[in-house]
């Protein structure tokens, strides 16, 4: 087994752009084509006191992992805000238990959004996340104390889950049978038992006011899920994931997420 030592660091402008562009692109996952990936790294670069990175190699690497949060509302008239709040009020409509949320996010709204943008290389453990949690809940307690903007009524964490879908491959190779029209909610569907990516996110959403999953709205090409495949049978459909917590929830839930992911 390969011993590796993580390191936690602020946000670095001068090293950590092209490392956290690259981890917004694998959270947005297909969808990361609608945003300004550029903007938002260099928007999240520009709070290098509020959020981390975790690297194995000093800070002068890449990261690995990172996390951070956004006050919508502060940045309400920054382009790449509005496109992330209009693709947040889009994907809400979908879903039924999300629909609430698109008043929230409104820029007339009285909420206070902070959005919470978390993501790590694949085969990064999951209990680097709870020290990141923790350091954000420190730093957004400095930032208020320092009449900072950050002091927010919910947290809303952009996420992903996925779900085993029948590999294409292998029913091509079944007999054909007849298609069956299914009745469809969109992004409804498939809400009930879904796989984390985050393992985190199973946790944090006990201590949700809303949650709930959605499509992505670029859709992959018949087939792309065998690329995915999480085993040999099945093909993997990633979906995008909110958790909204209401502020004065928020330190429970870390708490918990803390004790869920201690290292053993």
């Given amino acids: 087994m390969l011993d590796v030592e993580f390191e936690w660091f602020d946000p670095q402008p001068e090293v950590d752009f092209h490392g956290i562009k690259t981890l917004l692109r694998q959270l947005f996952d297909i969808d990361a084509q609608l945003f300004d990936l550029s903007a938002l790294a260099d928007l999240i670069l520009l709070q290098p006191l509020l959020?981390?990175?975790?690297?194995?190699?000093?800070n002068e690497t890449d990261p690995y992992a990172f996390l951070t949060v956004l006050n919508l509302h502060?940045?309400?008239?920054?382009p790449i805000i509005k496109n992330l709040v209009n693709y947040i009020s889009q994907q809400a409509k979908a879903n039924t238990a999300l629909l609430p949320l698109i008043e929230l996010v409104k820029p007339?709204?009285?909420?206070?959004?902070?959005?919470?943008?978390?993501?790590?290389?694949?085969?990064?453990?999951?209990?680097v996340a709870p020290p990141m949690y923790r350091m954000l809940l420190e730093e957004i307690s400095w930032a208020v104390e320092e009449k900072e903007p950050y002091t927010f009524s919910h947290y809303l964490i952009l996420s992903k889950t996925y779900h085993e879908v029948a590999s294409v491959l292998d029913l091509e190779e079944s007999r054909p049978q007849k298609k069956v029209k299914q009745k469809k909610t969109s992004g409804e569907q498939g809400d009930a038992n879904p796989f984390y990516f985050h393992p985190e996110d199973e946790v944090l959403q006990r201590y949700s006011s809303m949650v709930g999953s959605f499509d992505y709205a670029k859709q992959e090409g018949e087939g792309q899920s065998d690329a995915k495949r999480a085993f040999q049978e099945l093909g993997i459909k990633p979906r995008g994931h909110m958790i909204l917590i209401e502020a004065t929830k928020f330190e429970a839930s870390v708490q918990a997420l803390e004790e869920y992911l201690q290292p053993s």
Avoid: C, M
């Avoid at 959020?51 to 000093?58: E, N």
């Fill in 51 to 58: 959020g981390s990175t975790v690297k194995v190699d000093g």
């Fill in 108 to 127: 007339t709204s009285a909420a206070q959004i902070g959005l919470i943008l978390t993501e790590r290389l694949i085969n990064i453990p999951s209990e």
């Fill in 74 to 78: 502060e940045h309400r008239e920054k």
